[in-house]
C-alpha cells in the first residue's frame, strides 16, 4: 500500500512562500502521475498541478507562473514551490499520486495552507 505523508503547510502573509513536501513510502514502484490538489472550505477539491514519472507538469491556470511542482525520485518525495501566495490560495492542500496500471488513487492527510495578513 502506498502511503504519503504531506508536510510543511502553515499560516503566511498575501506575498509569501511557502514550500510542502509529500514524503512517499511503499511500492513506489506502482505509482506513476504525482500531484498536488487543494480544497477550500466549502468548495470542491481541484487539481493544482500534476506531474507524471516522466517529468511532464501542468498546473492549474490559479497557480501558473506563481507554484512549482518537482519530485525527488532518490528521496522519494513530491514538493511543490508556493511563491506570491494569495488568499484565495487558503486551503488544505493533498498530495496524490495515481496507480501506473490500475485506475487507483492515493491521498495524503492534507496540510492546512492559510495566507493571511
Known amino acids: 500500500q502506498v502511503q504519503l505523508v504531506e508536510s510543511g503547510g502553515g499560516l503566511v502573509q498575501p506575498g509569501g512562500s511557502l514550500s510542502l513536501s509529500c514524503a512517499v513510502s511503499?511500492?513506489?514502484?506502482?505509482?506513476?502521475?504525482m500531484g498536488w490538489y487543494r480544497q477550500a472550505p466549502g468548495k470542491q477539491r481541484e487539481l493544482v498541478a500534476v506531474?507524471?514519472?516522466?517529468?511532464?507538469?501542468n498546473y492549474a491556470d490559479s497557480v501558473k507562473g506563481r507554484f512549482t511542482i518537482s519530485r525527488d525520485n532518490a528521496k522519494n518525495t513530491l514538493y511543490l514551490q508556493m511563491n506570491s501566495l494569495k488568499s484565495e490560495d487558503t486551503a488544505v492542500y493533498y498530495c496524490?499520486?495515481?496507480?501506473?496500471?490500475?485506475?487507483?488513487?492515493?491521498w495524503g492527510q492534507g496540510t492546512q495552507v492559510t495566507v493571511s495578513s
Open positions: 496524490n499520486a495515481k496507480h501506473s496500471v490500475v485506475p487507483i488513487d492515493y
Open positions: 511503499g511500492p513506489i514502484f506502482s505509482i506513476n502521475a
Open positions: 506531474i507524471t514519472s516522466g517529468g511532464s507538469r
